[in-house]
């Protein structure tokens, strides 16, 4: 199982639309959407999990890509940045 990261997303985005265009490439077996408390509207991210081959394929075809007007990234997920380590040392 692999996480991707998808960044860039427009306002507009649904999670059945995100989860429509990636099941193109193989079976979506997890979608988060960051999404606006009040609006409901996406914030612009994402995280899909995806089998290895799948979303080896997804990132293939959809990294840089463009989605309702804006330009979308599909790169593995990292984990979140700038935590973690030995603090007072």
């Known amino acids: 199982m692999i996480t991707l990261s998808v960044r860039g997303l427009p306002r507009s985005t649904t999670e059945s639309s995100l989860t429509n265009l990636f099941t193109t490439y193989g079976d979506v077996?997890?979608?988060?959407?960051?999404?606006?408390?009040?609006?409901?509207?996406?914030?612009?991210?994402?995280?899909?999990?995806?089998?290895?081959?799948?979303?080896?394929?997804a990132i293939e075809a959809l990294d840089n890509s463009e989605l309702d007007g804006s330009r979308i990234r599909v790169d593995l997920d990292r984990g979140p940045k700038g935590r973690g380590g030995k603090r007072g040392r």
């Open 29 to 57: 077996r997890s979608l988060k959407m960051a999404k606006d408390l009040f609006s409901g509207d996406c914030k612009g991210f994402a995280t899909i999990q995806m089998e290895g081959h799948h979303a080896r394929a």
